[in-house]
T-cell receptor, first 112, second 115 residues
Framework: SQQGEEDPQALSIQEGENATMNCSYK?????LQWYRQNSGRGLVHLIL?????REKHSGRLRVTLDTSKKSSSLLITASRAADTASYFC????????????FGAGTRLFVKA | DTEVTQTPKHLVMGMTNKKSLKCEQH?????MYWYKQKAKKPPELMFV???????INESVPSRFSPECPNSSLLNLHLHALQPEDSALYLC??????????????FGSGTRLTVV
């Protein structure tokens, strides 16, 4: 089952611009994570934000979490062509077990 | 070693075949997962193993049979699959299955085609 919905579905920007992706979810969560996937291969964990945190930074990445609105955003600053990938949010919650469920994803294209 | 290794990378099998996918990690992680991903879709959870015991089965058809022989190894046995089972099968692990403090480490996946 799919927990998160991401917006936009696809995003095309020029190198050097910032990219913002949004994720909304439906149920209470323990944490929210963002992953990157290149060319349909394995996913790479980018950042984890706990439900009691509001903002987190890692290098060029900034993640915010608003549990009252059940939404999160991922900002990639000064994008590079190498950032071209699909980005997924994933929500972790205890629903019959410790589960992490992925959202639909945003496909990011960074043009050189 | 900070990797999850999946073999084979590609697999083509007939509907009457039996095959197995293998996943290995040596990071001391105690939770391991199988996800299925169709093209342009998010990964869908199939199974969760916690301390080598099956803790979650997301109503997966019995033609998929998981096995966790030890803390480093996870197998997915396949039998009598259908063409619609063609997908990328991803294995992942995480450090501690009973908390939400850790992200997942994914393997690069096995691309399965059922003919």
């Amino acid at each position: 089952s799919q927990q998160g919905e991401e917006d936009p579905q696809a995003l095309s920007i020029q190198e050097g611009e910032n990219a913002t992706m949004n994720c909304s979810y439906k149920t209470s969560i323990n944490n929210l994570q963002w992953y990157r996937q290149n060319s349909g291969r394995g996913l790479v964990h980018l950042i984890l934000i706990r439900s009691n945190e509001r903002e987190k930074h890692s290098g060029r990445l900034r993640v915010t979490l608003d549990t009252s609105k059940k939404s999160s955003s991922l900002l990639i600053t000064a994008s590079r062509a190498a950032d071209t990938a699909s980005y997924f949010c994933a929500t972790a919650s205890y629903t019959g077990g410790f589960k992490t469920i992925f959202g639909a994803g945003t496909r990011l294209f960074v043009k050189a | 070693d900070t990797e999850v290794t999946q073999t084979p990378k590609h697999l083509v099998m007939g509907m009457t075949n039996k095959k197995s996918l293998k996943c290995e990690q040596h990071m001391g992680h105690r939770a391991m997962y199988w996800y299925k991903q169709k093209a342009k879709k998010p990964p869908e959870l199939m199974f969760v193993y916690s301390y080598e015991k099956l803790s979650i089965n997301e109503s997966v058809p019995s033609r998929f049979s998981p096995e966790c022989p030890n803390s480093s190894l996870l197998n997915l046995h396949l039998h009598a699959l259908q063409p619609e089972d063609s997908a990328l099968y991803l294995c992942a692990s995480s450090q501690e299955p009973r908390t939400f403090n850790y992200g997942y480490t994914f393997g690069s996946g096995t691309r399965l085609t059922v003919v």
